[in-house]
């Protein structure tokens, strides 16, 4: 029997990847990724290589069944050179969480554009809606806007095995968000690539496409984000407010080290205004959705056992990429 692997990977543009993906027709597929092939493809078209020397190789990492195909399977990959090394558009390979003890969970938020106005749908043409507010969690047609295709994208990823979460309305006229949840950080990223590629996929038969940009659309409106919600065994287990307090200053001197792997163009979303706090400034505070750092009430209600917040990442960055360096922080302290 044939079977249809979708191999998804990043590519080599900066400071935000693109996902890419072609079609690999195997015989005989038993639906594990230990079966599916390492492949190759041209980086000199993906500006991961030159075209002297263009092969680059895609390791398959997860699988995930492709619930737009029969007998078809989802595939994400990590990039490689042609030695077998990573190569250094490979931020995956650089998470250290062997052993999946962090868990994450992600709030990607994102505009749904109308192809033709290169609008958020409810947006007029040569004006704007009304102001942020009546959008968020709303319902009826009067502020509510692409419902139909929020919830197959969100069928899409059960049907697909995602650990999906959740989804709403965002603030903003157009603005959505969904949840996932995983453990392991790597686990985690896999997850949330997969997402966007199916959230992607999908606008291709609603004249549609999903934009990114952390403010696709200058005024009073809140940001685009992709909130961090993270935690390991130290954090879910300590009890303890003054390792709370110790993780979170770990933050405080990386501050520059997060931010430039938290998306581009972040500097318009985080602006001190729309609960965000200052590209420039970093805080943490119980239940402040004004702070950098958010500590759950949750958190301290369960005797400091639980997780945090990272408000600052923007809709645009790569999950891999802020795993890697909120795990290296937290490491840091122990």
Known sequence: MKTKLEYIWLDGYFPTQNMRSKTKVVDDFDGTVEA????????????????????????????????????????????????????ATNARASILDDDNDFWFGFEQEYFLMDVETQLPLGFP????????????????????????FVEEHADLCIEAGINFEGINQEVACGQWEFQLFAKG???????????????????EDYNYYIEYHPKPVKGDWNGSGMHANFSNSTLR?????????????????????????????N????????????????????????????????????????????????????PYKIASRIVKTVKSVE
């Open 185 to 203: 950080a790597k686990k985690a990223g896999d997850e949330l690539w997969v997402a966007r590629y199916l959230l992607d996929r999908l606008t």
């Open 36 to 87: 599916c092939p390492i492949w190759a493809f041209d980086g000199s078209s993906t500006k991961q290589a030159s075209g002297d020397s263009s092969d680059c190789l895609l390791k398959p990492v997860a699988i995930f069944p492709d619930p737009q195909r029969i007998n078809g399977f989802l595939v994400m990959t990590e990039v490689m050179n042609a030695d077998g090394t990573p190569h």
């Open 267 to 318: 500097d318009q979303r985080l602006t001190g205004l729309h609960e965000t706090a200052s590209i420039t400034d970093f805080s943490y505070g119980i239940s402040d959705r004004g702070a950098s750092i958010r500590i759950p009430i949750l958190t301290i209600d369960n005797g400091w056992k639980g997780y945090l917040e990272d408000r600052r990442p923007a809709s645009n960055a790569d």
């Open 237 to 265: 287990e300590c009890g303890s407010k003054e390792t709370y307090m110790q993780v979170c200053e770990a933050f405080r001197n990386v501050t520059k080290e997060h931010i430039d792997v938290y998306g581009e163009y």
């Open 125 to 148: 043409l040569g004006g704007y809606p009304g102001p942020q507010g009546m959008y968020y969690c709303s319902v009826g047609g009067k502020n509510t806007h692409g419902r139909s």
